[in-house]
């Protein structure tokens, strides 16, 4: 499974990959989980938060998208700033240095399974590899509580921003994540994530940051 980079900078390269994705997420968040106000007549699930601001990691294994993410820079609208205010108690997250990571899915085939790194894994530890490679410090996530031990369990130090509170009938909450090398090790190990997996297509002018020395555990 290779995690490729999509910004603005190179957008056009991905324009077939892209509306891929968009279709399985409608596919999974209108469908599978029946947020019907997201429908769209062109059945591509996109809101407001779809920028050029945006950024897409997107897991691809033997040409199909298996797991994706996006990540909104925390100066641009977010859902925590505009859609779930309520969620921080010290209000909007407006730095620079953060960004928030939302619409994290794995597709159905992949969920659960038990040979090798799993896609869940393999895409978080990527969007950590993205935060490390340019200079971020903090993400902000919208979850359901029950996602939170597992975040730990991966070694994510993740702080609630605020109490959590029901939103369609699931307990949800707001949380920080630290980006650290600790982090990125950490999942790796944890969850047998090899080492780097983005490829940064089209993107040779972004400046990126060296990573921490990755040891394969053996």
């Known amino acids: 499974m290779q995690v490729h980079v999509i910004r603005r900078e190179n957008r056009a390269l991905y324009a077939g990959l892209l509306d891929t994705y968009f279709r399985i997420r409608h ?14 007549p062109d059945g591509r699930e996109i809101d407001q938060f779809d920028t050029d601001d945006a950024v897409y990691l997107i897991g691809v294994d033997r040409d199909e998208i298996v797991a994706g993410m996006r990540m909104v820079p925390t ?26 990571l939302s619409r994290i899915f794995v597709v159905p085939r992949k969920r659960g ?3 090798g790194p799993r896609a869940e894994a393999v895409i978080q530890a990527a969007a950590m590899e993205y935060g490390l490679s340019i200079g971020l410090s903090a993400f902000t996530i ?6 939170l031990p597992r975040l730990l369990d991966q070694g994510w130090k ?14 949800t909450t707001a949380v920080m994540v630290d980006v650290d090398d600790d982090a990125w090790l950490g999942i790796c190990d944890r969850r047998s994530v090899p ?18 020395e990755f040891q394969v555990v053996t």
């Open 75 to 100: 100066t641009s609208p977010t859902l925590l700033s505009d859609v779930f205010p309520q969620l921080s108690i010290a209000g909007r997250v407006r730095r620079s240095d953060a960004y928030e």
């Open 142 to 147: 919208v979850l359901e509580t029950w996602w």
């Open 195 to 212: 080492g780097p997996t983005l490829q940064w297509q089209g993107l040779d002018a972004v400046r990126r940051q060296s990573l921490p």
């Open 158 to 171: 993740a702080r609630p921003l605020g109490l959590a509170q029901d939103v369609n009938g699931f307990s």
């Open 113 to 115: 399974e038990h040979g």
């Open 27 to 40: 596919q999974i968040y209108v469908v599978e989980r029946g947020w019907k106000e997201l429908e769209r």
